[in-house]
């Protein structure tokens, strides 16, 4: 009997380990830095491969880092081109699709431009520079690659000094600063210097400079007969007062001459040309001013006549335009209704959709980005996104999809994510259809009630869609149903729904936003008396408007915001933009306007316990925005906190850490207030 009982349990063992190791248990916020997605996938002119990075992080130097993979378009072979804790990056074929092209930092810590030849497979390093190079383009006997870079600029003070005495320890000296743009978020300060365009040959050395003025030139791209280069650029006189009019340029490269090949006011960009060299793609608009406008495709004759708006009907933005082999139509990207998708449009006019569900770039919120290419016959690689995964490698053939990637499926093999159903509804506005989704905790019951979460996205010209996103999935993974959309203003709708909130935002954005709050409540599962609010940037501006209209919400988190645009659009990083584009005036010339779409003139009604989370060198949405709130908050005697992240420009996301460190932080503050 011992000896039979001992059998048992061993075969007892042996059928419920595997049942045990398939257990699965709600994602924790540690487990980001297990999270992986592809990018920028680059498929051979021939459509047999495709070069594409595969990014990853490290848990201990908290830093993000990026790898070559190859791997054959009919999903076999995938391997490595490049290894280990480095950035590589920008993959760019040979139009003959014997060399690649990208950047790395995996020599010295420092971003050099590199050659893979496929050959002897070898990696070359071309440039060795102070600064690293742009994105690169090949010339067309695949010899010669044009880029751009940094080129700093000696910057004399005016400021007369004494001289300190020998020996003397100073301050350091002051620092003069006369440029309508002084600095950028994400970069800092500015440094004199500006992009130049390069090019340099596969043997090396010295790259040769083309351009020598005080302007910031575009990534160039080859003419067919290699005599000259294509690019946009804004190099009008008035540049800083006029951003936006940037123009396509002919750069010839026997004497360094350029001339426009655009001439509208307004932003024209993104350069193509036709496999026949004889016509050029390009996106852009007529600059109205507007705090949106459609981006429609064109194409012109190479010498700038014949111009002709192709995607006039489609009234989505288009981007990303990729010439059709045959020379007779124009591969693109658009949003539309939060998902991002391949169209065609024939120089005709036509236009029809290829495929969809593009997606998965941006692991932290789920903004749908996403990319593709396509080879001379047609094989289209993409990165395939979903709420299931981050992004994957996909490619679409002759009316096919197949996904080739799966580098989260680890992960995912011992954690539940929540579930994202789309919803609907109109807002009691104006009866605007308006479109979210919904994320319920993982093992959701619909007879039980559930706090809820109301996640607004920022922009406020941006779209959300149905993606993976670490923070929704951390904030479901916490027990709350999450409520994401796209109100007035969002892209992906249309001229009319996006600029809907032009001169007037935020304001019937709440209407947009509260109308989806109650057609969750309907739904029955609920708990209205447990409704939270957050957003970042736009999101911000929003989540700080509610709270001084309502006091539905148990708390909020604020994140990134703008409190008073007074304050804000002369001490953000693009005043001229945003005085222009989103106000039509300067502050001093309508203060009651801007007094009037400010939160803090709504400060006096807030009672829902707040709290504020900023970048320290958040230069888009200054930390002075969150100090203001903050202040007026404890004066008004509202529970409120601030949370500031050391280091963080405004994604958040300079570190893994930081996105970490600010989905904690918003689930700490929800958790402090929420009713059991």
Known sequence: MKNLSLFVIALYLLIAIPVFAQQKSNMELMD??????????????????????????????DQDYSNLWIINTNGTQNRPLTQGNQRDLAPRWSHDGSKVAFLSNQQDKKMKLFVHHFD??????????????????????????????FVPSQKNSPLKLPSKPAGATWNDAPIYIDEMVYRRDGAGYVKPGHRQIFTIGLAGGTARQLTFDENDYGTPIWSRDGKSLFFSANLHENKDFEPANSEIYQLQLSDGSIRALTSRFGPDSEPSLSPDGKMIAFTGSDDSFQGYQVTNLYVMNLDGSGVKNLSADLDRDASNPQWEANGKGIYFQYDEFGDTKIGHVALTGKIRTVTEKLGGLDLGRPYNAGTFTVSANNVFAYTLGSPDHPADLAVWQNGETKRLTAVNDDVFSYRKIGKTEEIWWNSSFDGKRVQGWVVTPPDFDPAKKYPLILEIHGGPFA????????????????????????????TGYGQEFGNAIHHDYPNHDYEDLMSGVDAVIAKGYIDSKNLFVTGGSGGGVLTAWIIGKTDRFKAAVVAKP?????????????????TKYWFGSNPW???????????????????????????????????????????????????????????????????????????????SWFEKYRER
């Open 120 to 149: 002897t497979n070898t990696s070359i390093a071309l440039t060795n520079s102070a600064f690293p190079p742009g994105a690169v383009s090949w010339s067309y006997d695949n010899q010669t690659l044009a880029f751009t870079q």
């Open 32 to 61: 980001l830095f297990d999270l992986e997605y592809i990018s920028d996938p680059q498929v051979s002119p021939d459509g047999t491969k495709i070069v594409y990075v595969r990014n990853f992080k490290d848990v201990m130097t």
């Open 562 to 578: 703008v409190i008073n645009w007074y304050s804000f659009v002369l001490h953000a990083d693009n005043p001229v933009f945003f």
């Open 463 to 490: 779209m959300y869609g149905a993606s993976f996103a670490y923070e929704i999935q951390a904030y479901a993974a916490a027990g709350y149903v999450v409520l994401y959309t796209n109100p007035r203003g969002s």
């Open 589 to 667: 010339e309508d203060l009651e306007h801007y007094h009037r779409r400010s939160p803090i003139s709504l400060v006096g009604n807030v009672k829902t316990p707040t709290m504020l989370l900023t970048g320290e060198q958040d230069f888009r949405t200054p930390m002075s925005e969150t100090e203001q709130y903050y202040a007026a908050l404890k004066l008004q005697k509202v529970e409120s906190a601030m949370v500031r992240i050391p280091n963080a420009s405004h994604g958040l996301v300079d570190r893994p850490s930081m996105l970490m460190s600010k989905s904690a932080a918003i689930l």
